[in-house]
């Protein structure tokens, strides 16, 4: 009988799950094991993360399994972040943002429903940025995060406020959601343009 690698199998999908994480039920319906079973897996693996060689916790945050990064090495993800490399931020990552400006508080799936594609990736070097934050949980099955803006995201752009972002038409229509997530881009980059130096040539 070959043996299940069920430690490797659990941590694959924490880290394919991203800041969603995972319920026990969710994680005993793909790995077809029972609850007990589970609780042992996620034991086992909690106690590999937290050997101090490890930069890597599992953490459990209202019922939802997710994996993070250790607290003590926060100066150096800080600086990560703070590196001239890393002041930038791509398309990608400016609309996802302006999405979440205007329609906080909001949920992940809520973000891809508009963008038409997969924002984990932004979202997380949104988080890692400061720029947005989790506000809350969303009510429902799973209990998705819910992101809000933060003071520093208002200062990145110059904003006293969140009602200083510049007003989007009244009528928008959600059957073209590819079309709204340009407009939110479009408008928000207003924002972004007079703080932004412009490359030369």
Known sequence: MELVNWKGILESLLFAAGDEGLNLKQITAVM????HE???VIQTLKEDYDEGSRGISLTEMAGTFQLVTKKEHAPYLKKLVESPGMSTLSQAALETLAIVAYRQPITRAEV?????VKTERPLQTLVSKGLIKEVGRAEGTGRAILYGTTREFL???GLKNIEE????PEKIDDEAMEEDADLFFEKFQETLDPHEEKPTD
């Open 165 to 168: 972002l510049p007003p989007l």
């Open 155 to 157: 200062d990145y752009f």
């Open 32 to 35: 077809e094991i029972e609850e």
């Open 112 to 116: 891809e429903e508009v963008r038409g």
């Open 38 to 40: 589970a609780l042992e």
